[in-house]
């Protein structure tokens, strides 16, 4: 408990002097693994025209997912054992190796095998944003600066398909990755520069067979969640061997991580009770978000005739809400200490929002679609950085990294079963809809039309018709799942236990902070 409270000292000390600084540079660094993906899917079609393997094109996405979901836990506990600096620098450095030679790539083979190398060090990125605030700034402070992150994801996902655009456009599609090495820069001098934090010698070495089980158990259940439905059937012989091979690594990894002297994911976490909602809800987070965000451009281009250009400003009201509601959930927690209420409420909002945007159909206006998707991202502002906050404060200091890592792992992970079971309904009942109003072969013949207004506009009225009410079918069935999703994250939210946080408010000082750094520890009791 002493490194805890001399910690919490180091952050005071540190705070004054560069504290603006270092977060300026981690919300770079944030900025650069989240707009990754948003920019690259803008600029596939032109790469694939270059590079040409059509056929390898999903894998441009998944190597880089794969690889950062992976790698998360890894650089978590890393941080852990041989500081937080040193980690997270390395992976500034791999994630602009990756992006340089990823501009670089003569063949999608190459673009490929590099974008997993930028994924590597895009896994430590995120992690070592998180752990580093954990570090700099105690809990009950923390809040003033949830809506910065939100801003920065808000920033993400609404600029990266128009800055995609207009760099593929105008400098060609080697610059979507070139963009990343002065911006990677910037960050890598100003954490060099400013950021002190105490160093730290490892007591033991590192949990490899642990993190080689873990790392089958994700890749297995990413590759389910990726190829499930689409590159093979669910029952085929290619799923059903990865989600054995995903369950046996699991079992195999939880039980080596209970002989292993520094385990890559320390189970002793999960004893508290908070830490595990937390890590649960967040993972229903995940499944609301990337669904919500995969979903509703779709809907709005097909159904509501929206442009395909602007399909991250079709986000905004969601993104919005999101970051306002994040912000002042921010300065409450700052001022009063209390969250309890936030994930309660930020649960009732997500079920709420998405079953609103369940209810859209062909009639649906944009202003109303709107006003549902506002619903949603206020319920996802209440929860967003509160399971990152409530996590963090539940464990002892020594496993800052560890603890932030696994909470991200889980959002990660959520996205990818939101994103693969949504998208499986989605597709199953288009299908169905097409073929009820069409009849099977004429489903099928319009079945390759793009989901965009450009493309829907030259098909026979009576088949645009028909894709329009398939696709609002579509995003009825996928909405409605996220919905009954929603409703286990609300009723998990009621048995969150309000553990103080620690660190000072505004009206303590002196030995506050102290006192307050032993508070993770009485978490385990509960």
């Known amino acids: 408990m002493g490194d ?10 540190v705070k004054p002097r560069s504290v603006r600084v270092v977060l300026m540079a981690l919300m770079i660094a944030m900025l650069l693994a989240m707009l990754d993906n948003m920019i690259i899917g803008t600029a596939m079609p032109t790469i694939v025209g270059e590079l040409g393997g059509l056929e390898h094109l999903s894998w441009v996405v ?3 997912t794969l690889a950062t979901a992976a790698s998360t836990p890894i650089w978590g506990k890393v ?39 930028q994924g590597l060090g895009a896994g430590g990125l995120m992690v070592g944003v998180m752990a580093i605030i954990g570090d700099l700034i105690p809990p009950r402070e923390r809040g003033k600066y949830q809506g910065m992150m939100a801003g920065v994801m808000a920033l993400a996902m609404i600029g990266g398909p128009l800055v995609g655009g207009t760099i593929t456009d105008h400098m060609g599609w080697r610059w979507s990755f070139y963009i990343n090495l002065p911006l990677g820069a910037v960050a890598l001098a100003m954490v060099s520069a400013v950021l002190h934090l105490p160093k730290k010698k490892a007591k033991g070495k590192i949990d490899y067979l642990g993190a080689a089980l873990l790392t089958v158990a994700i890749t297995s259940t990413v590759l389910v969640t990726t190829w499930g439905g689409t590159e093979y059937a669910w029952g085929s012989g290619e799923i059903i061997g990865l989600i054995v091979a995903g369950v046996l690594a699991i079992a195999a990894f939880v039980y080596a991580e209970t002989k292993a002297a520094e385990p890559v994911m320390p189970l002793h976490i999960f004893r508290s009770r908070n830490f595990t909602l937390m890590s649960v809800i967040g993972f229903l987070v995940g499944f609301a978000m990337f669904g919500g965000v995969l979903y509703l451009p779709l809907f709005q281009q097909a159904v509501q005739g929206a442009s395909a250009t602007n399909s991250g400003l079709l986000l905004l009201p969601m993104l919005l809400s999101m970051m306002v509601v994040s912000l002042v959930v921010g300065r409450i927690t700052t001022s009063s200490g209390k969250y309890k209420v936030f994930p309660i409420v930020g649960g009732a909002l997500m079920v709420v929002g998405l079953f609103l945007l369940a209810t859209m159909d062909t009639g649906t206006t944009r202003l109303v679609s709107g006003l549902y998707m506002a619903v949603l991202g206020a319920g996802l502002g209440f929860l967003m ?11 002892e200091m020594k ?9 991200t792992l889980f959002r990660t992970l959520g996205g990818s079963f939101g994103v693969a079971l949504m998208g499986s309904l989605f597709t199953t009942r288009v299908t169905d809809t097409m073929s009820e109003r069409l009849g099977p072969q004429a489903a099928k013949a319009s079945g390759s039309a793009q989901l965009d207004a450009a493309s829907l506009a030259k098909l026979p009225e009576a088949v645009r018709d028909a894709y329009q009410h398939a696709v609002a079918a579509g995003t009825h069935s996928a909405f409605l799942l996220g919905a009954a999703i929603a409703v286990l994250g609300f ?25 307050a750094a032993a508070s993770p520890a009485d978490s385990f009791a509960h």
């Open 4 to 13: 805890a409270v001399k910690q919490a000292g180091q952050a005071e000390e």
């Open 62 to 64: 998944t190597a880089y």
């Open 79 to 117: 941080g852990d054992m041989y500081g937080r600096k040193g980690s997270f620098l390395t992976s500034i450095v791999i994630f602009l190796i990756g992006s340089a030679l990823s501009g670089m790539a003569q063949d999608m083979g190459q673009l490929i095998g590099f974008r997993a190398i």
């Open 385 to 395: 950085q509160i399971t990152m906050l409530v996590a963090q404060n539940s464990v």
């Open 399 to 407: 496993d800052m990294g560890v603890a932030s890592s696994s909470a």
């Open 491 to 515: 009723a998990l939210a009621w048995f969150v236990k309000e553990v103080p946080l620690r660190g000072a408010g505004p009206a303590q000082a002196g030995g506050g902070n102290a006192k």
